[in-house]
């Protein structure tokens, strides 16, 4: 049976996914979604962005291509709800749907400040907002750094206001302080700033402000930045942040060492006023002179009532005159005993000398030798005699060790002999069992090995033939004429030569082979 032909037509795979690529763009030209990021994982190699917008019942692909994703205000994070603007359109690869994302920006404040809340919670436990971090300005800097858009008004003020106060030389390092990049550009000025050595040919600023006019939540966002949060914490120069207004924060604020209200409040903060510092130099001298004077006045009164309660010079030297006389006195006579002392010791060490003469020393010596000379001949006899005793004793005592120990050779001798005597009595029988052991097993292998030689069957009339090469020959058609032959009988080995040209076939199973005529034992050829 045949199937029925269809009306329909047929497509592609390609020219289906066009056509819903065309319905679905002319349906859906323009969108506004709302949703959640998910899947967000930064710019891909191409620069473009890949991610997905979901809710709680569905989700939907998207896709920012790099030159949009650079006009974004807000860098986009996994969790944050987000507003997208674009075209729908499918990915026929994937044969899925997805959102051209043009424009993007958070759904209202309230989730930037969740987001803003969060990353301050993050950096507050690193400990980049310590208090016992924060530095102290410089009272009089010489140089001032300023990271701060070059057209904008905050930089006139900002000079203006310096001038006025106290003129101080200004580095301005320019940057965008709005729109995607402004970070970037932002912490890259702080570790420029930071970077400048002592042999460069700028000259390194004592103090950094970082100033920023008003604005939104979302125009002050590149200070909420984590870049440029890092890089403020890491700089060694102090740094005040003047973002905004009185009322506007940033997670700057925190991180800085001063904070500002207003970027005017800044240069009033690192700057004192001249003419204030003058006035008050001026007067601060003018006190000091005083001073000075009312002090010199009072040690001058000070010096005459001491003046006058001193007595007079001829009195105050009366009594060290007397103790000076009283004191030499004691100090010649103090003298002369230590004079008597040091006669009275030299005279014993002249005493002393005298008897440790070398002439006196030898006299000693002399007269010691001639005493021990005289004292030698009875103390050599002495030793003699001492050494023959000695030597008498020593001979009794080996005399009487070596009988001793011939008496336990003696003794260890005999018990030895009586132990060799048992020990042969009981070795000869055993010997004797063990050879009649190995003679009975001898035999037994000698039977076995018997029972299973090739000789035993030789012996019962066979006989073993091989060829030139020493191999076996098991039939009469393997043997050729004039092949040499070997037979090996039960009592010995004989040579044969075939004589036939071909070998007889095998004779059947009931043939019996004829015995030689003579009854010898010599079987003859086989041929």
Same mark, same amino acid.
């Given at each position: ?142 140089? %001032? ?9 905050? %930089? ?33 000025? %702080? ?45 060694? %120069? ?290």
């Amino acid at each position: 049976m045949n199937d029925a032909v269809s009306n329909t037509p047929e497509l592609s795979v390609s020219d289906l996914a066009g056509a819903l690529k065309r319905t679905i763009e002319d349906a859906f030209g323009q969108v506004r979604l709302r949703g959640e990021i998910s899947g967000y994982r930064g710019p891909h190699s191409s620069g473009h962005v890949y991610f997905s917008l979901k809710d709680q019942n569905a989700k939907i692909d998207a896709v920012i291509w790099k030159g949009v994703f650079s006009r974004i205000k807000f860098r986009p994070e996994d969790g944050l709800e987000v507003i997208a603007t674009g075209r729908i359109t499918t990915f026929p690869g994937k044969s899925s749907y997805q959102i051209i994302v043009e424009q993007m920006e958070p759904a209202g404040a309230g989730a930037l400040m969740a987001l803003l809340e969060e990353r301050r919670r993050k950096l507050q436990a690193e400990g980049l907002f310590d208090s016992d971090r924060k530095r102290k300005l410089p009272f009089l800097p010489r140089v %001032i750094g300023i990271v701060t858009s070059p057209t904008g008004a905050v %930089i006139r003020d900002m000079i203006h206001r310096l001038s006025d106060r106290f003129p101080r030389e200004v580095l301005v390092w320019p940057v965008r302080v709005q729109g995607e990049g402004s970070a970037a550009e932002v912490a890259a000025a %702080i570790r420029g700033f930071d970077a400048i050595g002592e042999e460069d040919d700028l000259p390194r600023p004592d103090v950094l402000v970082v100033a920023r006019g008003g604005g939104s939540l979302e125009d002050l966002w590149s200070f909420n930045e984590e870049i440029v949060i890092r890089a403020a914490a890491e700089c060694s %120069i102090p740094l005040v942040s003047a973002i905004g207004h009185e009322t506007d924060w940033t997670l700057l604020d925190l991180v800085a060492d001063i904070r500002a209200p207003t970027p005017t409040a800044a240069a009033e903060m690192i700057v004192p006023v001249r003419a204030e510092l003058l006035a008050n130099t001026r007067a601060g001298g003018a006190r000091l002179a005083g001073a000075m004077a009312r002090l010199q006045e009072r040690r001058r009164r000070e010096l005459l009532h001491l003046a006058r309660a001193l007595p007079a010079p001829e009195r105050a030297l009366e009594g060290p005159r007397q103790r000076l006389d009283r004191a030499s006195l004691k100090g010649e006579a103090a003298l002369r005993a230590a004079l008597d002392r040091r006669k009275l010791a030299l005279a014993t060490l002249t005493r002393r000398l005298g008897v440790r003469r070398p002439e006196a020393q030898l006299a000693r010596i002399r007269e010691r030798m001639e005493g021990l000379g005289a004292r030698l001949p009875a103390l050599a006899k002495r030793r003699h005699e001492q050494a023959r005793r000695d030597f008498s004793e020593m001979e009794k005592r080996l005399v009487r060790a070596f009988a001793a120990r011939l008496q336990l050779a003696k003794r260890d001798h005999a018990r030895q002999g009586g132990d060799y005597s048992a020990l042969s009595r009981r070795l000869i029988p055993a010997f004797h069992a063990a050879l009649e052991r190995r003679k009975r097993a001898l035999g037994a292998q000698g039977q076995l090995l018997a029972s299973l030689s090739y000789r035993s069957v030789l012996a019962r009339g066979y006989a073993l033939v091989r060829d030139g090469e020493g191999k076996v020959v098991r039939q009469a058609r393997d043997v050729g004429a004039g092949m040499a032959l070997s037979i090996r009988f039960s009592d010995g080995e004989i040579a044969a030569e075939a004589r036939d040209g071909a070998a007889s076939p095998a004779r059947p199973a009931s043939a019996k082979p004829s015995r030689p005529r003579d009854g010898g034992g010599n079987q003859g050829s086989l041929f």
